[in-house]
């Protein structure tokens, strides 16, 4: 196993019903809540409890409902401007990682005093100028959708719309302090976002199983053990949305996911890499890009580093069979469906290392990614 330093100090509220803590909760937290979500309807019932709830613990609070997918910084800068003008004393995100991660940049943004909110924003290689947050406004996150794992880790990704890239901002400052799991708010999701985010959390893991390090029996057994929970539960609420197990379980393992505990010590997820892209160039959604790259991704570096890819294939299920599963969740599994070319193929790579080699010029995983490979990859998944 990797040496690692691991701490995670979020106080997770899990279950059923337990929204019903939230203004309690909130009251320890401040006075002056700032409440980010997203513009759609889809979240107005919680944020319309959520508002009864702080009401009632006396905590005053302010809604910024101006969240859209991949959080653009320019979005964020006016919830640091918003969110100063109120006064807020604490943040609080509601929604999937998109509203979740703009409540970690605004309460970051808030106090932030290295100049342009964009500087905050970590990459790789081209982006010198990189200077994490070191401080935030206290957070509380509330997830009703499970994916991201946003609610438990130190990391909010933002979007440039200017940039046309979309990276990640990454520091201790941005763990909540209390987040809010709460199943039932996971009931509204339609198909396509539950499918989305089983499959986004699925690659959280799959992606350290795949490129990661290759001893630690407890490591991989963690990671195929998320995968399993959502291959088994996934379908389920497809067909029944209320079914309040299966909701339950996805929730804590796409948490348990991307919380650290799958993968201390382990770090790039280069899949994602390449999604970030196909979302910031092409706009294909977060979930889409990666039920896209993954089975490709697999087939091509089957080839390079056998043993993760055959012990899936035997304790999950073959590659083609998981495109298969994908499919049937009802997401894209090729590039030609979203209206990529061979054509865009160069720019995305270029896109890719732009933002995410390392001045190696490779990927840093096992083994390292070219350039060569990253091409072939999209040119597998057209
Ligand atoms: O816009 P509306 O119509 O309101 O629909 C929302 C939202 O737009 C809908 N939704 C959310 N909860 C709902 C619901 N609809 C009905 N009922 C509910 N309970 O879902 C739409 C998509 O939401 P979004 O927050 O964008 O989705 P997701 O949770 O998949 O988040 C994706 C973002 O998180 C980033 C992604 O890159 C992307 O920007 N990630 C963040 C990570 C992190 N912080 O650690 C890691 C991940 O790998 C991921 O990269
Ligand atoms: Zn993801």
Redesign the pocket.
């Known amino acids: 196993m990797n040496p690692f330093t691991y701490c995670n100090p979020v106080k997770v509220v899990f279950g059923a019903g337990r929204l019903a803590e939230a203004g309690a909760e909130a009251a320890k937290l401040g006075r002056r809540a700032f409440v980010v979500s ?6 107005k019932g ?1 944020l319309a409890r959520l508002g009864e709830l702080f009401d009632a613990a006396g905590v005053a609070h302010e809604e910024f409902l101006e ?5 653009p910084i320019e979005m964020v800068a006016v919830g640091v401007e918003k969110a100063r003008a109120f006064g807020a004393d604490l943040v609080v995100g509601v ?7 703009a409540a ?1 940049a605004i309460a970051a943004g808030v106090l932030y005093e290295h100049g342009d909110l964009w500087n905050m924003v970590y990459a790789c290689h081209s982006n010198v100028t990189t200077q994490p947050p070191e401080k935030a406004l206290p957070l509380m996150q509330i ?3 499970p ?4 609610e438990m ?1 130190m ?5 440039s719309l200017a940039r046309k890239q ?1 990276s ?1 901002i990454w520091a201790d400052c941005l763990f909540a302090k209390t987040a809010i799991l709460d199943p039932e ?6 198909p396509f ?1 539950t499918a ?2 089983g499959v ?1 959390a699925i ?2 893991v799959l992606e350290i199983f795949v490129n990661g390090q290759e001893k630690s029996d407890l490591l991989h057994e963690f990671q195929l053990g998320v995968i399993k929970t959502i291959i088994k539960d996934l379908p389920v609420v497809l067909a029944n949305p209320t079914d309040a197990d299966a909701r339950a379980e996805i929730m804590w393992a796409a948490t348990c996911g ?1 919380n650290g505990w799958a993968s201390p010590g382990d770090a790039w ?1 280069p899949i ?1 890499q390449i ?2 892209v196909l ?1 910031s160039h092409h706009g294909i ?3 889409s890009s990666l039920a896209i790259m993954m089975p490709p991704w697999m087939e091509y570096f089957k080839a390079k580093r056998p043993a993760p890819y055959e012990r899936f294939e035997r304790e999950i299920m073959p590659i083609p069979e998981f495109k298969a599963f994908i499919k049937r969740c009802g997401l894209p599994t090729t590039l030609s469906e979203k209206g990529v070319t061979e054509a865009d193929i160069p720019g995305i790579v270029q896109g890719v290392k732009d933002v995410s080699f390392n001045a190696d010029g490779v990927m840093s995983c096992i083994p390292p990614v070219t350039e060569a490979d990253v091409y072939e990859v999209l040119r597998r998944a057209l």
Not at 155 to 159: A, D, E, L
Not at 185 to 190: N, R, V
């Open positions: 997203y513009s759609d309807n889809s979240v919680t969240v859209v997918p991949n959080p929604g999937g990682g998109s509203a979740m991660d970690k997830p009703t959708l994916a991201t794992g946003s880790n990391c909010s990704v933002v979007s979309k990640y708010l996971t009931y509204s999701l339609p976002q989305c985010g986004d690659s959280h991307i997820t994602h999604g970030h979302t959604n977060h979930g």
